[in-house]
């Protein structure tokens, strides 16, 4: 899935307007309903996916959908109330690569402070080296280290993970790795996500 | 901050009515606006805090708010917007323990999909080793590994990640812990969250 945060103009319990005011005993903004005072609490979302491995090779997906039309990625999306995260990686790594997953674990953790999200990679062995091309989906194939297309890789936060994953590999000892991500110097078209 | 999702029953763009719905493409009911079509996504929220070390003891709070009020706690509450996962670590502590603390690395990551959160605790070293109470905090304290008051926690997540700290300590080595929280079998005003 890929859906942003809709804009706030009316409160979602009554239906009255909101307005932006920092309420007694916080610090930021938030949007207040004018009638029935309920507050508006805006959060960051996860968006979780999987480092899937079969024969040394890892799984990527080219992206159907925008934002970044037709550039690879790991599978991910939008992590769902009533979910784990390890559950969610499963889930997205099904939905958009048509694949199963044994979720290994944790392997990196991406802040993106300026678009409201943190996004979290699995590793993960692929059941049966099988896999397809969802919805979300053009096609899916699996990469060794040196066919990985760097240069049209969807997003930093997935080129991160992916290298981090080869040096592990490299070193073989896996590790947690975290980054924080800033806004990018050239903004427009090609880097609408990170 | 202790906010919970507010009811859905109005548009936040446009302030009709919503309905549930399946979008088409998606596999989920989702709050669709009958007027404009807006679909809102609900999506789990991350709870993040600090396990604050000093001179071996940990950094508690006993909390002035509900829930779990006068129970104890590791600093720690909603991530905010434009800020990342340690910064929100870091935030905490000093709101709930007005407590400067330098953030170490990632250390438990805990889901509690009933309640739809994620709790994260950074490991963390409390600077000057000073400490106070914030306006959601009765007290804070450091506490030893023999003087943690276990039955006197608030949240399960806690308890998890600061009996690993501990377990972690004594091995001398220190890891990344994840747990998945099923709802507790005593249900009521004792296990509020999680």
Redesign the interface.
């Known amino acids: 899935?890929s859906?942003m945060h809709?804009?706030?103009?009316?409160?979602?319990?009554?239906?009255?307007?909101?307005s932006l005011a920092v309420p007694p005993?916080?610090t930021?903004q938030r949007h207040v309903c004018i009638k029935c005072g309920?507050?508006?609490?805006?959060?960051?979302?996860?968006v979780v996916g999987c480092i899937a491995e079969w024969e040394g090779s890892i799984l990527l997906c080219r992206r159907a959908i925008e934002p970044r039309y037709g550039f690879w990625t790991l599978p991910a999306g939008?992590?769902?109330?009533?979910?784990?995260?390890?559950?969610a990686a499963a889930r997205e790594t099904l939905e958009e690569a048509c694949a199963e997953v044994e979720i290994d674990?944790?392997f990196a953790?991406v802040?993106i402070?300026?678009i409201?999200q943190?996004h979290l990679f699995y590793t993960a062995r692929l059941v049966g080296g099988q896999f397809g091309a969802g919805?979300e989906s053009l096609e899916s194939r699996l990469f060794g280290e040196a066919e990985i297309p760097w240069k049209d890789m969807a997003f930093r936060s997935v080129s991160f993970a992916l290298r981090a994953w080869f040096d592990d590999r490299s070193r073989g000892s896996f590790g947690?790795h975290?980054a924080?991500l800033t806004p990018p110097k050239e903004s427009g078209p090609l880097s609408p996500a990170g």
Chains 1, 2 share one sequence.
């Not at 809709?6 to 909101?18: K, L, R």
């Open positions: 899935m859906h809709t804009p706030m103009n009316f409160c979602s319990d009554c239906g009255a307007p909101v005993g916080d930021l309920t507050i508006h609490y805006q959060n960051p979302r996860m939008f992590m769902e109330n009533n979910e784990t995260t390890g559950a674990r944790l953790l802040n402070p300026h409201h943190v919805v947690l975290t924080d």
